[in-house]
């Protein structure tokens, strides 16, 4: 049996194509693939107006992503979300700001945001890791009190409650 890669499909509402804008303008190495409209046939079924958008491929980093504007029918869930790792606090900062721009403010918590489409996403430390996984307890429960009360997560906090 041959399988491609898994591709993630993202259920849109009419905004499939500026949620692919606005992802490749944020990941480097990232392009928008194809637009597929869609057509006269099937309209009765899919109630679009021909020549909309139906399908925008995308991708992220080297990773594929599949746009559907399938109407108001399904919407996201933080159940399904995107972890970016970050190396540093600038990268922790970039990709947070620009991901967490016109999203729910509500719903950050603990490197978790949604963004304007209701996609969420974990903005992540690399480090955060490291120090949640430490063989000794007392040092990663610090770490791990100190990220609870973090909406964007701070490596220098982290590290600090760590070291205490």
């Known amino acids: 049996m041959s399988v491609d890669k898994i591709t993630t499909c993202l259920w849109f509402d009419g905004r499939a194509e500026e949620a692919a804008n606005h992802y490749t303008s944020i990941f480097k190495d ?3 693939l194809h637009v597929q409209r869609y057509l006269e046939a099937g309209k009765e ?17 080297g990773t594929r992503f599949v746009g559907l504007n399938g109407g108001p029918h399904f919407t996201f ?5 995107f972890q970016i790792g970050c ?12 991901l967490s721009e016109g999203g729910d403010t509500s ?9 304007k489409f209701g996609v969420s996403w974990q903005v992540v430390p690399r480090k955060l890791k490291e120090l949640l996984a430490h063989p000794d307890r007392e040092k990663a ?11 964007k997560l701070d490596i220098a906090a982290l590290q600090k409650a760590f070291d205490e």
């Open 141 to 151: 429960n610090r770490a791990t009190k100190a990220m609870l009360q973090m909406k």
């Open 107 to 115: 719903k950050q918590n603990c490197g978790w945001l949604a963004d």
């Open 77 to 81: 869930t933080p159940a399904v979300s």
């Open 45 to 61: 079924i899919h109630g679009q107006n021909p020549g909309s958008v139906m399908v925008v491929e995308f991708e992220l980093n």
């Open 30 to 32: 990232s392009k928008i």
């Open 87 to 98: 190396d540093t606090q600038e990268e922790v900062d970039y990709f947070w700001d620009k």
